[in-house]
């Protein structure tokens, strides 16, 4: 018989920590990015099948949603990308530390707001050129 009660599921005893949390996000960002793939491909067959349909698709692309949905598709990008190498240290055996995991999260995170900051201003010049 046990003497002390053991939790059946690692979620009840382990601690949130942050690179759980960047793991979390690696895996929704890749989400984001299968999902713009999946639109990219509508889109590739609106213009191969019907260019009406690519017209309709284009003035949503240009609208504010699509606008929002490319600064998404943009954050997960600069994300996944960023966390991709860390992870690829990671697999060369370097950073596991837990002051060099602490850096390269912050790493990763300030890289990912650099690349949408970027964007954000080139989005800004582009919507001010003729």
Sequence with gaps: MR???RPLSPYLHYRWQYTSTLSFLHRLSGVALAGAFILFVVGLIAIAFNLSEYAAIARAAGGRAGRILLLIVMASSGYHLSNGIRHLAWDAGFGFERGQARRSAWLVL?????????LCVALAVRAHLP
Aim: hydrophobic share 65%.
């Design 110 to 118: 300030l890289a990912t707001l650099a690349i949408l900051l970027s």
């Design 3 to 5: 003497s002390k009660f």
